[in-house]
């Protein structure tokens, strides 16, 4: 993967000052540090992910009793809902509430690194990292709104330097046998890493088959990659391609119910030594598709519930079931 150190969009910085009427200039000694209130918040500390602590803090701050029912413990869906769908300027706004710039800083959570999987090979590329980047922006009733990162990597000037790492991932890696068969898995940005893994195998010249199972909602505009998926197919680099766009009538479903669907093919390839990928969220997707691989080796490998799920641990322990889900 490719970390990204991500600044915030100077215009939430902007909003955030200006709601709580705080001095961006204003220096601020936090942790053994001083800086201006204004790079605290753009370059330290989170704004477009909300914690529950943040939430009890601002509940304090802004003595609102809407906030404090929301923490109590029968209210765990609410907040849940709160927190996914919620960043720190909407509950800033929402709910008023005074905040120096001390307390709001040491109240923040650290701003951490965002990783995306690099779907590029360096065989294919060169001294290049190609990434699938998933641009979040939305408009709700406050105003704009924003990923960090990936509205950092969509506003991006050619030629900006961005401060970026390399991020290994031992356990998710192409089998050393270039003859061995793959399977993956990947809806949405999650199809990353299997172009650069696609790439890297027509590059080695690796005898193995590759078969690719995408799932987005949009056959129209959610199909990534689809000139190159149809070339690979059409050179022999692809030698299986499975859709599911779940708003499209031609493919309608979802990608994890295709394993289930394709059972007996896909039974056949791990008991031939194929190795088998998953990559994307592991909310609900990787869940899904956890249960549709241990039904379809119930069913056509004549296995009951736990040896279904023994297979799977076993194959996990050969290393020929990886998971890449956040």
Same mark, same amino acid.
């Given at each position: ?26 220096? =601020? ?18 704004? $477009? ?12 701050? +802004? ?13 765990? +869906? ?27 800083? +040491? ?36 105003? $704009? ?18 401060? =970026? ?17 793959? =399977? ?93 990928? =998953? ?48």
């Amino acid at each position: 993967a490719l970390g990204l150190w991500p600044r915030n969009p100077p215009a939430l910085v902007q909003s955030v000052l200006e709601t709580l009427q705080l001095d961006g200039d204003a220096a =601020v000694a936090h942790a053994g540090q001083s800086l201006p209130l204004r790079q605290w918040l753009s370059e330290k500390r989170e704004l $477009t992910k909300l914690a529950r602590p943040f939430v009890a803090s601002h509940a304090a701050h +802004a003595r609102s009793d809407d906030l404090n029912r929301l923490l109590a413990p029968d209210h765990a +869906a609410a907040r849940a809902l709160l927190l996914a769908g919620t960043q720190v300027i909407d509950l800033l706004q929402r709910f008023d509430g005074a905040w120096s710039a001390e307390e709001l800083v +040491a109240a923040l959570r650290p701003l951490t690194p965002r990783l995306y999987s690099i779907a590029s090979s360096q065989k294919a590329v060169g001294e290049e990292a190609h990434l699938t980047v998933a641009h979040v922006e939305y408009i709700n009733e406050l105003g $704009t709104r924003w990923g960090a990162a990936s509205h950092q990597l969509a506003s991006a000037e050619e030629g900006e330097r961005l401060p =970026v790492f390399i991020e290994h991932n031992e356990r998710f890696r192409l089998p050393a046998d270039g003859s061995r068969d793959i =399977v993956m898995i990947g809806p949405g940005t999650g199809v990353a890493p299997f172009r650069g893994f696609v790439q890297d195998r027509a590059a080695d010249g690796a005898s193995g088959r590759n078969w690719l199972l995408f799932g987005n909602p949009h056959f129209r505009t959610d199909f990534l990659y689809q000139t190159e998926w149809q070339a690979a197919l059409k050179s022999g680099q692809l030698h299986r391609l499975d859709l599911a766009f779940s708003r499209a009538p031609a493919h309608q479903g979802y990608v994890q119910h295709r394993p289930r669907e394709h059972g007996r093919e896909l039974y056949d390839w791990l008991q031939n030594g194929a190795h088998l990928y =998953v990559c994307g969220d592991a909310t609900r997707m990787a869940k899904d598709v956890h249960a549709a691989l241990l039904a379809a080796i119930a069913e056509h490998g004549g296995r009951g519930a736990e040896a279904a799920e023994e297979y799977l641990n076993d194959l996990q322990q050969q290393g020929r079931y990886a998971r890449d889900v956040y």
